[in-house]
């Protein structure tokens, strides 16, 4: 008898944990979340924010933070680009080595130029291996 209730107490606890995976699942899904970086792999590099401000009538410096926990000599975020919403680029920042020990890492971009009818930009970091596609980061250009 006893051992029947250990069982039972068992597959009991092996339920709830089943039902409340279903469940971080399903607040993870329609959140628009991320599990826990530990039970997930991040392909592209993620921009977390940026600044920009702006140095001449055209020209802008911007600052990025970039996350890519998965810096390897092999495979790192090379890159970082400042483009309009269809894509045209007006400055690409190359990153000549990996940020294993610094993560997330921030850089700059000085010296951007971008036409006066520009309202917002693109900002969108870029992996060696898989290209652009992590979250991007929009901002308002100053002045406009």
Request: aromatic share 10%.
């Amino acid at each position: 008898m006893e051992e029947t209730t250990m069982k039972n107490k068992l597959s009991l606890s092996r339920n709830i944990f089943i039902v409340a995976m279903i469940m971080l699942s399903c607040l993870a899904i329609f959140n628009n979340t991320a599990w826990p970086s530990e039970m997930v792999t991040q392909k592209n590099p993620d921009v977390l924010r940026a600044t920009v401000s702006q140095r001449g009538l055209d020209t802008f410096d911007f600052d990025v933070t970039v996350s890519s926990p998965y810096d390897t000599p092999q495979r790192y975020a090379d890159a970082f680009s400042v483009t309009d919403k269809d894509g045209k680029i007006y400055g690409e920042r190359i990153l000549v080595h990996d940020h294993a020990g610094e993560q997330p890492f921030t850089r700059d971009l000085y010296h951007v130029s971008i036409p006066a009818a520009v309202k917002q930009v693109v900002i969108q970091a870029r992996d060696m291996k898989f290209g652009y596609g992590g979250k991007s980061f929009e901002i308002c250009l100053p002045g406009r």
